[in-house]
Each structure stands twice: as C-alpha cells, then as structure tokens.
C-alpha cells in the first residue's frame, strides 16, 4: 500500500459525529482547496470527492478518522493510527481499480437506485470496487479479528454470521424484518430466500486472487439455485430471464439497509448482496444534489431514505 508522505501540512479535516450540512460543508471547503495551491471553483471530481467524503462519514461515524491533504494525494488518518488513502490523481486501469483502488474509486460508477441494469449493460459493475484497508480498518484486519467481530443473524429463520461492527449485522436483522411481512403476503418469495448460499465465509473471490466481501461478515447470498454467476456462462435468454422475475422486493429491501446487489453489475452475481452503506448514500447524494431525505439518522444506526 503506498505510504503518505511525512511531515505533511495538515488543513482543518472533519471528525466525531457531525450532522449532515456541517459534515457537507466541511466537505465541501475541504476539496475547494484540495489538488491546488489557490482557491479555484469547484471542479467535477472535487464534487463527487465531497460527495464521497460526505457518505463515507454518515455511513461510518465511528471510525474516527481526518482528512490530510499531503498535497498530490488525500488521506484519512484514523484514530487507532491507521492511514488510508483516499483520493490521488493516478488514472487507474480496471484491474488495478480492483486490486489497490483508492477510497473514491468506489464511487467512480455510481450505483443505480432503481432497478436499472444500465451500468451492467455498458459493462460496469457500480459497487463492486472495495478498497481492503478501509474493510480491514472496518471490521478486522485479519481472519482472527474478523471472526471476534461475529455475531449470528436471525434471517427470516435461518442463522446467519455477521460482522457486528458499523451497524452490518443490526442492518441485515432490518432487512429481515423489511422482508417478514412480505413473505406473509407473498409467500412465493421465500424460494428465492431459503435455502441460503451463505454469509461469512474466509475466503478469496472465485478465481481471482482477492478476498471476498464475505471474509469480512459483511455479505450474504440468497438461495443460489434461483441466481446466476457472471463464472457459470449463463446464455443471454437466462440472464434476461432472472433479470426480469428477481423480485423486485426484496432488492428494495437490502438496499434500503445499505446492501449492495450483485445483480446491477456486468460481471453479476445475482444471489449476493454486500452491507456498503456508503456507496448507497452516495448515489442518494448524487442524483439528489442534497444530503436532505437521503439518510435518517436512528438511534445508533443509520437507515437508507428516499429511493
């Protein structure tokens, strides 16, 4: 991981609990004056940086960490000592994006809120791109660590083990509960529900090198005989066909908890769904221009608002 570089300047940063305007402009004065050495308007990219910042602190307010401009490239230093990097100007190729991608490359493609498969369809997968040392800092930084952080999960009768640290598994407790009276009304739901395909799991990606979302008790998959996986070469009238019948129900009710489908990406994997919080008040951000109605603040958690 690259290091920052020492005895940086350090500007004023944003940390604790900040409601969301105070967090929002914050924010927003911060990237102002990021990358430039004089105060410019503010570009893009120093935009959806802002944006970027904003979700992140909403989604973690927690993790305790700064924003620190070292001049070429923006860090968080957290707390417990920890640096992350956040934002640099490296253009970076598409494996690259997946192997080392800074915190903002997350948000380079932004996540649709509806059932909209445009991003997939022009060969994207909004979501997918995990910075590792923000999901080490998050919920342990190795299998020994993350495993402390377990708890099981009541899911619609079925036991499942979460990451409890940020809210993950007090999420997907809310996500069963979205989903409880439904299944009463719709009882043909729970095919695609039960058997579970599993939740914590340390391991890598199926063929690649990378660990998996679910090595750190932060991702589920639904019953895998009703999914596809983008590795199983499905052809295209099966691909449509899940498209069409995935219930549209229960989509809406992960994703209001902060999760993630695999099914909105090119390389899909239409069983999984992955707690990113951040990455769903971003898009709440962006096609809203305003924090306002995207997050509710609860009483120790954070629940996703206005689709």
Not at 134 to 146: H, P, S
Request: proline share 6%; hydrophobic share 40%; net charge neutral.
């Amino acid at each position: 991981m690259r290091k920052p570089p020492p005895n940086a300047a350090v500007p004023p940063a944003f940390a604790g609990a900040l409601s969301c305007w105070p967090a929002a402009l914050l924010c927003a004065v911060f990237f102002f004056f990021s990358f430039s050495s004089a105060p410019q308007a503010l570009t893009a990219q120093s935009e959806r940086n802002a944006a970027a910042c904003l979700a992140l602190h909403d989604a973690y307010p927690e993790l305790g960490c700064e924003l620190r401009d070292y001049g070429n490239s923006i860090w968080l230093e957290c707390q417990n000592g920890g640096k992350l990097l956040f934002a640099d100007n490296i253009a970076r190729a598409e494996e690259e994006l997946l192997d080392s991608p800074a915190i903002v490359d997350q948000f380079a493609s932004v996540y649709p809120l509806e059932m909209d498969y445009s991003a997939a369809l022009d060969g994207k997968d909004p979501g997918r791109t995990r910075n590792y040392p923000l999901l080490a800092a998050l919920y342990g930084k190795n299998r020994a660590e993350v495993e402390a952080n377990l708890e099981y999960v009541d899911f619609l009768g079925q036991k499942v083990r979460f990451n409890k640290k940020h809210g993950a598994s007090l999420a997907l407790a809310r996500v069963a509960g979205r989903l409880a009276p439904q299944l009463e009304e719709k009882p043909e739901l729970r095919t695609w529900l039960s058997p579970l395909g599993g939740g914590y799991l340390w391991r890598t990606i199926s063929g690649e090198r990378r660990l998996s979302a679910h090595s750190y008790g932060i991702a589920i998959d639904l019953n895998p005989k009703k999914g596809i996986y983008w590795r199983w070469k499905p052809g295209k009238a099966q691909l449509e066909r899940v498209r069409k019948e995935f219930p549209v129900e229960i989509v809406q009710a992960f994703e209001d908890e902060g999760f993630v489908w695999g099914g909105k990406w090119a390389r899909f994997d239409f069983m999984h769904f992955e707690y990113r919080p951040e990455i769903l008040l971003y898009s709440g951000a962006i096609s809203a221009a305003s924090c306002d109605g995207v997050l509710r603040q609860g009483a120790g958690d954070n629940t996703l608002q206005g689709r």
